[in-house]
Structure formats: C-alpha cells, structure tokens
C-alpha cells in the first residue's frame, strides 16, 4: 500500500511562488510514475506535472516554464510553483502510479492524496 500527504498549499499574491510537497510512505519501489494533479471547482481533474520512477518531467502546457517537478528524495515530491497567476487556483493532489494494488497484486493502482488547496489572488 501507498499513503500520500500533500502540504504546503494555501494563499499567494499574483506573481509569487509556492512550494508544494507530497511525502510518500509504504511500497514506493513498485511506483511507475509520481505527479501532481489539480482541480477548480466545477472543471475536471488536470495533470500539471508527473515525473517517472527514472526522473523524467512532464508538464502540462498552462505551467511549462514556471512549476518544477522534483523529487528530494524517494519519498518526497515538490512542485515549485512560480510565478503563479490566478488561473492556478485549485485543489492539488499528488499522485502515485503503482504496479501493484492495495491488495499485493500485481496489478495498476492509482493512489491519490487528500489534496492542498492553492489560491491566488490577482
């Protein structure tokens, strides 16, 4: 099994930066991928950033160039966020694909944290 936990949301002027963080226990090793996702009310659930179990990021057009994905070490993913506008605000998930289920098996899982809301204002 994977628990995730998200920290680091909360209120940012237009322009600044926040730094989110998803610390990450139980079977990490069976992970394929890690990422953060988003959502605003009323509009679906979006990919902003995902980095593979190798190191490699992927960003989502609306935020190349301002968030870094990372991770600190096996067990924590940040999201750099800079330069944050007011289209950023949203609930921020942090995501972990896995080889295997909750169960042992070895079969895709998804497991998704509480989430962290950012907000900016303009």
């Known amino acids: 099994q994977v628990q995730l936990v998200e920290s680091g949301g909360g209120l940012v002027q237009a322009g600044g930066s926040l730094t989110l963080s998803c610390a990450i226990s139980?079977?990490?090793?069976?992970?394929?991928?890690m990422g953060w996702y988003r959502q605003a009310p009323g509009k679906q659930r979006e990919m902003v950033a995902t980095?593979?179990?190798?190191?490699?990021p992927t960003y989502a057009d609306s935020v190349k160039g301002r968030f870094t994905i990372s991770r600190d070490n096996t067990r924590i993913i940040r999201l750099q966020m800079n330069d944050l506008k007011f289209e950023d605000t949203a609930k921020y998930y942090c995501?972990?694909?896995?080889?295997?289920?909750?169960?042992?098996?070895?079969?895709?899982?998804?497991?998704w944290g509480q989430g962290t809301q950012v907000t900016v204002s303009s």
């Open positions: 980095i593979t179990s190798g190191g490699y």
């Open positions: 139980g079977d990490v090793l069976s992970s394929t991928a």
């Open positions: 995501n972990l694909e896995s080889r295997r289920q909750p169960s042992g098996s070895y079969m895709p899982y998804t497991y």
